[in-house]
C-alpha cells in the first residue's frame, strides 16, 4: 500500500483502489508509523505511539484498537491474546448478536 485516502487506497502499481473493509489490520513494525498511517490528530504522542491501547477507544475514532503496543513482564503475546480477546467481546456487544459467528 502505497497511500490512503478515505476507502480508496493506492497500491505499489500506483493502481488506485476502493475498499469497504470491515476490519483492517496493520502490522506497523518496530517504527508504528501510526500519526502517518490513522491521520487522526492527537491519536499518537510525540514518539509516534497510539494514545490509547487495548479495548480503549479514541473519541474521534471509535471502534480503532491498537494491540501489542505493551510488553508486560507476564509477555507480550500473553497481553496481545487478552487484549484481542477484549476487543472482540466489545465488538460482539456493539454489534450485536446477529454477527456474533463472524467475530
Known amino acids: 500500500m502505497q497511500s490512503t485516502a478515505g476507502a480508496t487506497v493506492q497500491n505499489n502499481d500506483n493502481a488506485t483502489i476502493t475498499l469497504q473493509p470491515d476490519v483492517i489490520v496493520a502490522g506497523t513494525g518496530f517504527r508504528t508509523g ?3 498511517l490513522v491521520q487522526i490528530p492527537g491519536i499518537a504522542d510525540e514518539k509516534g505511539r ?3 491501547s ?5 473519541e474521534k475514532a471509535p471502534r ?7 510488553n508486560p513482564l507476564s509477555g507480550q503475546l500473553r497481553e496481545i491474546r487478552a487484549e484481542a480477546g477484549r ?4 465488538l460482539r ?5 446477529q454477527s456474533n459467528a463472524n467475530i
Do not use: S
Open 64 to 70: 480503532l484498537y491498537f494491540i501489542g503496543q505493551i
Open 93 to 97: 456487544k456493539q454489534v450485536g448478536t
Open 50 to 52: 497510539p494514545k490509547i
Open 87 to 90: 476487543i472482540a467481546r466489545k
Open 54 to 58: 487495548g479495548d480503549q477507544e479514541f
Open 34 to 36: 501510526i500519526p502517518e
